[in-house]
């Protein structure tokens, strides 16, 4: 059966939008399937150790978790706070009795927490239980699972994760309330295009809001790989050349850049001009966070060789290195940092 682009449109516009809606708070828009733990998942557990904490920990106020309990309105649940162990509750009570818990929380070789998809499948999957459990109950049904699953330092790590992922989806659902209230003209291609298109820009800049890019790849990769194809369809691109796309996009900016360095332009302007006043603000804000990442690398670089210079045994230089790196710089960007190091140098 064939559907007009204009149809077509429409359906993913307000499809989206309904989606998002019925995702406030069970997964947040885009929920994966969960993936069963493995054995090798079950074996990582065992280590208790997880992730270096993200770029900001965000806690939601108490006014925002008022405004969350009196829109979800859901109840305490009686039943489940008679259960001392309330992983039994799950298994002979609940929707999810029956089932195995989903997703882990998988380590690196320092005890680290590896950013990896099965950390959003574990939240989500605690988070169907939204309805049978209050929202109280359930975020520290969550934390208790951190709570026996990992050690300090992976347990104090895990619950800033979560407590990010919980302000990401508040702010989501904002984002949700606002877009329902945009109206378009259901005759206008291109305005419905565009609100479908700012929709999934604006999503994914709270993805790097609220995650370090890491995990922003590790819990949404396939979610922005199809947005992005989505955006190509529906602007009439061919999802085949993005990549092609991808690389004359670099250009260009490469080329403005240059041009403003030679001429003097505004580099603001200049790409206001190629691209719209919102790219444009997107691209500095990239500049703004690169041009802060180089200055820290800059005062490290200074501070590093202060201490070798300052006479410390070889083993206190080491430990005062560790701690210098470990508080300038998120897990990310320690990844990065000999290269970042070995480009300002």
């Known amino acids: 059966m064939n559907i007009s682009l204009t149809k077509k449109v429409c359906l993913i516009a307000f499809g989206g939008l309904a989606f998002l809606g019925l995702a406030k708070w069970t997964g947040v828009a885009y929920q994966a399937a969960p993936v069963l733990q493995t054995n090798q998942d079950q074996g990582s557990l ?3 150790q997880i992730s270096n904490k993200p770029v ?3 806690v939601l106020s108490s006014s925002e978790k008022a405004d969350i309990k009196a829109q979800l309105n859901v109840a305490q649940n009686n039943e489940y706070n008679r259960f001392k162990d309330k992983f039994e509750w799950i298994g002979s009570q609940s929707s999810l009795r029956g089932t195995s818990i989903a997703g882990s929380y998988p380590i690196d070789a320092e005890g680290h927490l590896f950013p990896h998809i099965s950390i959003k499948h574990r939240f989500d999957y605690f988070m169907t239980l939204l309805g049978e459990l209050s929202y109280e109950q359930l975020i520290e049904l969550i934390k208790e699972d951190i709570k026996l699953s990992l050690e300090e330092p992976a347990r104090r790590e895990a619950l800033e994760l979560l407590g990010n992922y919980q302000a990401f989806k508040y702010a989501l659902k904002a984002l949700d309330d606002e877009f329902s209230n945009y109206q378009v ?7 419905i295009i565009n609100r479908q298109i700012n929709l999934y820009q604006e999503i994914d800049m709270l993805r790097y809001e609220y995650f370090e890019p890491d995990y922003r790849l590790a819990f949404f990769e396939q979610d922005i790989a199809d947005e992005q194809a989505l955006i190509a369809t529906l602007q009439g691109n061919d999802v085949a050349n993005l990549a092609e796309d991808k690389t004359k996009l670099t250009g260009l900016i490469n080329t403005l850049e240059q041009k403003s360095e030679a001429t003097g332009e505004d580099l603001f302007d200049l790409q206001a001009k190629e691209f719209g006043v919102e ?7 990239v500049r703004e966070s690169q041009n802060e990442l180089n200055t820290r690398v800059r005062q490290f670089i200074i501070q590093k060789e202060s201490i070798l210079n300052s006479g410390l045994s070889h083993e206190d230089q080491s430990l005062e290195l560790k701690y210098l790196i470990e508080s300038k710089f998120s897990l990310s960007e320690q990844k990065r940092l000999t290269a970042l190091v070995a480009i300002l140098q």
Request: charge should be neutral; hydrophobic fraction near 35%.
């Open 46 to 48: 065992t280590n208790n």
């Open 56 to 58: 900001e920990s965000f």
């Open 279 to 285: 790219a444009a603000q997107r691209l500095a804000n």
């Open 185 to 191: 003209n259901l005759k206008d291609k291109d305005a």
